[in-house]
């Protein structure tokens, strides 16, 4: 059983599940907790690719004069438990059970255990066992106020419902106090309302609303009704059994990064230090998005009839599966881009950077010569290209990047959203590329975008100071507390 700390100051375990997008925001999330709130940390790490988690981790806080601890988790022998053709949910829900039994049994050899667990959005599993251990459960949903409102809702919601209006007939799903998500917007694991994925999503966020409590990765200006709705005395509130804090933006940024790091790559920023202001796009899709090898080509293309300068970080095709890196980003690999079309990278030499596999993103984007974004629309890569004042192409490949796409193109007026075959499975052609980083990079409504961004990134730098975001960490610390001691008298 968790026994308090000796010298009583709370202590947060924060278990991560497979994938970039979720250690970084994670990690930062521990770093705050231990920086600024005088938590104690420990980082349960469940990793799929232990180099590149660790060398990322190294990366985030070998500057601290105090890190949070890392206990890196077994890792699970999980192909009997799945099929031949896994799904990326399915090894991720997997890995994450599987890892369960190492995870209590080390809390319970600990001699001053966590009080509380942060799971995220696939570390729901581990709530009971938390209880279980005496430790209090939170959530940390490491998106935005929008999706978190959908799976917060989602156990409400009547399945049958779904089916017939928003899957048949296409209409828009209602969120309370919400925008609602348009068909073309809507999540894959909604497609099925009756069938055993929804199911699954709709048990999870029932776990999540059973939670103490839930923290997300966004702040009130951005996101202004959903986190009203979301708010204590918010029209969604009454499906959480704890309160619901927007500790965002929780990002790497450039005043915060490790200079000495390998990860800084020299080249790329000696290039960029020659290139003129707002002058260059860079492209990216996250450390999970691969396309395939028709996409790719169509790409360079695109990104050589536009004319204008680029970064590109590049993957080897993979034929459909758009997240073929989530589990082994390969930061550190390099492989020669053969599978460019022939000639590109010769003829592209004065114009743009192709980089293999990992580039330095946070760096990239906060450079002055970077205007624009390609992005898959990954939450973080959208609060980093806030924190980097550039106007985005909002290219959705999976998971919630659709919803984030059109916040972002339609609700924020930061982005042009690439439009083409892609969203239904095929290819979006040279020319729309080549059109819609014209529009970002060169033509008014780009630099429209821009001083947008520019806005939202003056109010995510309020939100970190004082009274905004990290007032809610400084809340949730007092409310964990206050229930902790609750609990140890019994009441
Ligand atoms: N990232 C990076 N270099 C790359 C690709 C990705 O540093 O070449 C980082 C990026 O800065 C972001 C994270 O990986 O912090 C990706 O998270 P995001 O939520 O954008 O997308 P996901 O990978 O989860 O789809």
Not at 180 to 206: C, M, N, R
Not at 434 to 446: N, T
């Amino acid at each position: 059983m968790a026994t308090a700390n000796n010298d009583k100051k709370p202590h947060a375990a924060i278990l991560t599940s497979p994938g970039m997008g979720h250690l970084i925001p994670e990690v930062e999330l521990g770093k705050s907790l231990l920086t600024q709130h005088a938590f104690d940390v420990t980082i349960f790490l469940i990793t799929t690719d232990l180099a590149t988690a660790r060398s990322q981790i190294h990366q985030q806080t070998s500057h601290l004069k105090t890190a949070p601890n890392v206990v890196e988790l077994p890792q699970p022998d999980v192909s009997s438990k799945l099929g031949p053709d896994p799904s990326l949910l399915d090894r991720i829900v997997v890995t994450m059970t599987e890892s369960l039994p190492s995870l209590r049994s080390f809390i319970l050899s600990m001699k001053h255990p966590p009080s509380l667990l942060v799971v995220d959005l696939f570390g729901t599993e581990a709530i009971p066992m938390a209880r279980d251990l005496g430790m209090q459960p939170f959530v940390f949903l490491t998106t935005s106020a929008w999706f978190s409102a959908l799976t917060i809702h989602l156990s409400a919601m009547d399945p049958n419902q779904v089916e017939n209006t928003h899957i048949k007939n296409r209409e828009p799903l209602p969120i309370p106090g919400c925008e609602p998500i348009q068909f073309e917007d809507t999540l894959e694991a909604l497609l099925d309302p009756l069938g055993p994925i929804y199911e699954g999503y709709s048990k999870v966020s029932k776990v999540i609303n059973g939670s103490d409590g839930i923290l997300i990765n966004t702040w009130q200006d951005l996101e202004p009704s959903a986190t009203k709705a979301l708010g204590d005395s918010g029209i969604l509130r009454r499906f959480t059994n704890g309160p619901v804090y927007p500790v965002g933006p929780l990002v790497r940024t450039l005043a915060d990064r490790d200079t000495g790091s390998v990860h800084v790559d020299n080249k790329v920023m000696r290039w960029l230090d020659r290139q003129p202001t707002e002058s260059v796009i860079y492209v990216s899709f996250g450390s999970g998005g691969t396309m395939s090898e028709a996409q790719i080509r169509e790409l360079a293309w695109g990104l050589e009839l536009s004319m204008q300068r680029f970064v590109w970080v590049v993957r080897p095709p993979i034929e459909g599966d758009a997240s073929g890196s989530y589990f082994d980003v390969g930061i550190g690999g390099h492989g020669s881009p053969e599978y460019l079309p022939k000639g590109f990278v010769e003829r592209t030499k004065e114009l743009g950077l192709v980089i293999p596999m990992w580039a330095p993103q946070v760096e990239i984007l906060g450079h002055a010569a970077t205007g624009g974004f390609v992005t898959h629309c990954g939450w973080n890569s959208v609060l980093e290209a806030i924190f980097g004042g550039v106007a985005m192409v909002a290219w959705p490949l999976y998971s919630e990047q659709k919803m984030n796409a059109a916040m972002l193109s339609k609700e924020l007026g930061v982005a042009v959203r690439a439009r083409g075959e892609a969203e239904g499975g095929g290819v979006v052609g040279r020319d729309e590329i080549a059109r819609v980083v014209r529009r970002v990079m060169v033509e008014e409504e780009g630099g429209a975008m821009r001083a947008k961004v520019k806005e939202l990134k003056a109010s995510a730098e309020k939100a970190v100071c004082e009274f905004g975001s990290s007032e809610s960490l400084r809340q949730f610390r007092t409310y964990s507390r206050a229930a902790s001691e609750a609990k140890a008298r019994g009441a």
